[in-house]
């Protein structure tokens, strides 16, 4: 048994073995050291002809889901060995095979998966030298039967197959050869909060032809696919891997693959997605306090993912955005129509996964109960749209098969109370089959039917003390006594002769015992047929389930968005082909959501033309700025995913990329430095933007020196706002106050502050946005609302007022001509140059005195090092 059990474990070193023995699957040596560690099992052993017994661990078969739940979920591959034979007709050792590798990627159970999320198995190719710029990617989501692909072409290739990883999140990833090696994605997969299992196939596994020989499945835009080699090598790759994980089955449910590009959504890079906070907030990842959490009103768990995959991938396709807005408008105007649908999609079960589970012949008789109840909702769900007048709501009613045929299919074979599991037996309707009808009757009545053949034969034959009887030697048979042999009838055939008895048989006992003896092992093989036929005609109607699942889940989706749209008073936005943002009175969905007792302050935005591309906003912190610029991100986002939006009025012009970047005390990579991250989104920002981007900008060059940091600050300001050089709508952010000079010397930039009101020591925020330039940073003020203790802050006053001193004196003695090292920055000419340098560290040393505490004599020293700057400045300047 333990060669049987090596030469398996040899075709998948990379899977924790689950060898079944028995009612249990057993694991051994190192698999059942890992695994009672992982399950905290106990480790026992086993006698395996070595010097030293085999660790052995085990779990009952009937109860494995949950073990292996467990292990996948800890991004362990699992394969599952099986016994192929009865053990007790089997002659030798039991023959046994993989049947599955289950994998985080390869997972159909809905235990182990999360209804309102995809779960995406990743292929990627990457080709990347000479003259050879392209990547191919392909996302499949077996639960689901969904598979897309996309090839990529040019430059930053690494880059942007960031980006779409981060919108897909797999949590399984074969990598090409270059792909496993490439520096920027390692870096991605190991600072990903959802870690994904990586595997490197090799590169023989990404082929074209794999993909292309495929039975079974259509490519709707097939000659989109064609041109796509790349994206089809990703998908061949894929297609073998599932075609391993599970033999025979394999790619079974993959029966449409979609092929997308990049230009048809809204770019947003892995910065922006986490920094908007989609689906998960930043630091706790959390679903509350995201903009899914706001907008989810959603009743079925396909209405759940297919708004999560709206979120992460907004239009940019005028029509479509239309289109879809045209159809909440329709809802929101109708409530009763759309409470009506979304009280029945609240029963509809997940018709999507459950088909697949169908195509996999591994649905249970209660899923497929399920899957006739859900069909049984269609008529009045589509019903309900009759007449619509929306584009997209008259495509969904023609695109919703009421599936009468298949559901009356379903419920006529299956009892109405099916068991959990097939083997369990009863699971066939009563008068669905005559043969099953008359085993159940055999089975059921047995004993009657021996009473009346005993009273019928006693009749006919005259032999009042003739007998039925059973033996598990000879099964049922005619005992009469020697006394009444004369009366034996002649179709009575002797089977066995006793002392004072002889034992006979007729066709008709022959027949019931074959009938009665087997009539629950027929039953059982009889129902599982029958069932097993049933999955297979379901199967084959799948295509028309799904589509009618996906209008369904689309329909889900309008109604959420229309009753959020009705509960939060927003407003349908105006989506136009221009180059402005123009918001009235807009709110951060999310944040006033958030607040319990006090009202959210909305701000009007207008943005883009000639007249504000780039609006820098200053103001202390705590006061709004970062919420402002989120809103006005989310806002556009909102209304290019096809949603209304929080505000009274809002005209979008189609934007094609959202890119942020947030300072420096957010939590972003490890590994490196938090300056070395800022700089790298920035350079991402700057050279992915076009000037139909939005950019956010929130306090960037913090990480370095004050002289560097706004130095770069004011060239990244310049450059975004600079319709030569980019040109992009542009929200900055700052506190480097000397940058609100750029208004009136650089096209197109305005000032705009957060409102403060102060009353001698105290500030209030008053969270509006208004014109020009913040008169102050109160950072004072804000440590004191933050809770920094009263010495402190005092100290801290001190401090200022001090330094304020030392400047107008300076000032003062050395006249008004004299360079002050902060006007500096503000002469273009100027910048870069030794003075700047050596004013800075002149005055980096004026900072770091403290008269409070000098000695008479370190005074002094000071004062020396202080004139010997001063030289050398002056040295320098001249």
Same mark, same amino acid.
């Given at each position: 048994?333990?060669?049987? $059990? ?181 870096? $991605? ?162 018709? %999507? ?159 019931? %015992? ?12 009889? %129902? ?189 300001? %310049? ?160």
């Amino acid at each position: 048994m333990m060669r049987q $059990y090596w030469e398996i474990k040899a075709e998948n070193p990379d899977a924790i073995l689950l060898y079944r023995l028995g009612d249990f699957y057993e694991m051994f040596f190192e698999d059942a050291i890992l695994v009672s560690r992982e399950l905290e099992l106990v480790l026992t052993g086993r006698d395996c002809g070595q010097e030293e017994r085999a660790p052995m661990c085990g779990v009952p078969f009937h109860s494995a889901e949950g073990y292996i739940a467990r292990l996948v979920a800890k991004g362990y591959k699992i394969a599952i060995c099986e016994q192929m034979e009865d053990p007790t007709l089997a002659k030798g050792l039991v023959r046994r095979e993989v049947i599955r590798v289950i994998s985080p990627g390869t997972v159909i159970e809905s235990a182990m998966l999360d209804e309102a999320r995809n779960n995406y198995l990743c292929a990627v190719l990457l080709e990347d030298t000479g003259d050879t710029h392209r990547a191919g990617l392909c996302f499949c989501d077996i639960s689901t039967g969904l598979a897309e692909i996309t090839q990529l072409e040019g430059g930053d290739l690494p880059a942007r197959l960031v980006n779409e990883l981060a919108k897909y999140m797999p949590t399984e990833v074969l990598l090409s050869p270059q792909a496993a090696e490439n520096r920027r994605l390692r870096e $991605y997969f190991n600072s990903a909060r959802t870690q994904p299992l990586l595997e490197a196939p090799g590169q023989a596994a990404f082929a074209a032809s794999d993909a292309l020989t495929a039975p079974g499945i259509e490519y709707p835009a097939a000659q989109d696919a064609e041109t796509c080699p790349a994206a089809l090598a990703a998908l061949g790759a894929a297609l073998g891997h599932l075609r391993r994980a599970q033999p025979g089955g394999g790619q079974g449910c993959i029966r449409t693959v979609e092929c997308y590009g990049e230009s048809q959504f809204m770019r947003l890079d892995a910065a922006s997605r986490r920094n908007l906070e989609l689906c998960e907030t930043m630091r706790s990842r959390e679903k509350r306090g995201s903009l899914l959490w706001v907008l989810d009103r959603t009743r079925s768990a396909m209405g759940k993912r297919l708004l999560r995959t709206w979120l992460e991938r907004p239009l940019v396709h005028l029509p479509r955005i239309t289109q879809r807005l045209t159809a909440v408008e329709e809802l929101l105007g109708s409530a009763e129509t759309r409470l009506d649908a979304m009280e029945r999609l609240g029963s509809l079960h997940d018709l %999507e996964r459950l088909i697949a589970r169908v195509l996999y012949q591994s649905a249970s008789p209660r899923e497929m109960c399920a899957v006739a109840d859900s069909l049984a909702l269609l008529p009045a769900l589509r019903e309900g749209l009759r007449g619509a007048k929306a584009a997209l709501l008259q495509r969904i009613y023609t695109e919703m098969d009421p599936m009468a045929d298949i559901c009356a299919l379903i419920r006529s074979t299956l009892a109405e109370d099916p068991p959990a599991k097939q083997q369990e037996g009863g699971l066939i309707r009563e008068g669905y089959c005559p043969e099953l009808d008359e085993l159940r009757a055999l089975e059921r009545d047995g004993k009657g039917r021996l009473v009346s053949i005993q009273q019928r034969e006693q009749d006919a034959t005259g032999i009042k003390k003739l007998k039925v009887g059973y033996n598990r030697v000879f099964g049922y048979y005619i005992e009469i006594s020697n006394a009444y042999r004369q009366l034996i009838p002649e179709h009575y055939i002797r089977k066995q002769t006793l002392a004072n008895c002889e034992r006979y048989i007729t066709e008709e006992l022959k027949e019931l %015992e074959a009938k009665v003896l087997g009539a629950g092992e027929r039953i059982l093989k009889l %129902e599982q047929e029958i069932f097993g036929q049933l999955r297979e005609e379901v199967a084959g109607h799948s295509h028309r389930i799904r589509k009618s699942a996906g209008a369904a889940a689309k329909l889900d989706v309008l109604c959420s968005l229309a009753e959020v749209a009705a509960a939060k008073q927003y407003c349908r936005p105006e989506i136009n082909a221009g180059d402005t943002i123009e918001i009235t009175e807009g709110r951060h969905p999310v944040v006033e959501c958030m607040l319990e007792d006090a009202p959210f302050v909305s701000n009007s935005t207008a943005l883009g033309g000639g007249e504000c591309r780039c609006a820098v906003i200053t103001g202390p912190n705590m006061a709004g700025k970062s919420t402002y610029m989120r809103q006005v991100a989310l806002i556009t986002l909102m209304a290019q995913v096809g949603s209304f939006v929080p505000a009274q009025s809002a005209a979008i012009g189609l934007t094609d990329a959202i890119f942020t970047r947030v300072g420096a005390s957010d939590d972003l990579a490890s590994g490196q430095s938090t300056f070395m991250v800022e700089m790298r989104e920035v350079a991402n920002i700057l050279q992915s933007a076009t000037p139909r981007s939005l950019l956010i900008f929130d306090e960037i060059g913090r990480g370095t020196s004050t002289f560097d940091g706004m130095s770069i600050a004011r060239a990244v300001l %310049e450059h975004a706002a600079d319709p030569r050089r980019l040109g992009a709508k542009t929200l900055f952010a700052t506190h480097y106050h000397e940058l609100t000079e750029l208004e009136g010397s650089l096209e197109g930039v305005r000032n705009f502050a957060v409102a403060v009101k102060k009353r001698g020591d105290e500030i209030i925020f008053l969270r509006r946005i208004v014109r020009g330039a913040a008169d102050g940073s109160y950072g004072i003020e804000v440590a004191r609302l933050a809770g920094v203790p009263d010495t402190v802050i005092r100290r801290a006053k001190a401090i200022l007022k001090n330094l304020e001193i030392q400047e107008q004196a300076k000032l003062s003695a050395n006249g008004s001509a004299e360079i002050h090292p902060r006007d500096l920055t503000k002469s273009p000419a100027r910048e870069n140059t030794l003075q700047v340098l050596q004013a800075e560290g002149f005055i980096d040393l004026l900072q770091r005195i403290d008269l409070d505490t000098l000695t008479p004599l370190e005074a002094l020293t000071k004062l020396y090092e202080i004139v010997k700057q001063a030289r050398l400045f002056g040295d320098g300047a001249s």
